[in-house]
């Protein structure tokens, strides 16, 4: 199994960035998605969550309609576009894969190794 990050970098207050991951080694159609992030000193917090088909999608509050998540599943890839950045989205942007059953506890997930993001002028 493999998450591979890409796109991160640094990128001006106001300015934009497309994060990438690929995924590999599993049925990438039958998970759902999920981007993280951790900045030095906090926890890691969930950014954006998108379901399998691609049908529903959550974000937290702090990138509500600045940053949106997509996927394609003919090329096993998520998306992250991130517009209008702020010095706090400064952080590590994990790739995260999970599958749970329903009515169960059971859950799965895979992880990127991360790519940086540095919102800075």
């Known amino acids: 199994v493999q998450l591979v990050e890409s796109g991160g970098g640094l990128v001006q207050p106001g300015g934009s960035l497309r994060l990438s991951c690929a995924a590999s080694g599993f049925t990438f159609s039958r998970y759902g998605m999920s981007w993280y992030r951790q900045a030095p000193g906090k926890e890691r917090e969930l950014v954006a969550r998108?379901?399998?088909?691609?049908?529903?999608?959550n974000y937290a509050d702090s990138v509500k309609g600045r940053f949106t998540i997509s996927r394609d599943n003919a090329k096993n890839t998520v998306y992250l576009q991130m517009n209008s950045l702020k010095p706090d989205d400064t952080a590590v942007y994990y790739c995260?894969?999970?599958?749970?059953?329903?009515?169960?506890?059971?859950?799965?997930?895979?992880w990127g190794q991360g790519t940086q993001v540095t919102v800075s002028s």
């Open positions: 995260n894969a999970f599958l749970m059953v329903v009515g169960t506890s059971l859950r799965w997930d895979y």
């Open positions: 998108i379901t399998s088909a691609g049908g529903n999608t």
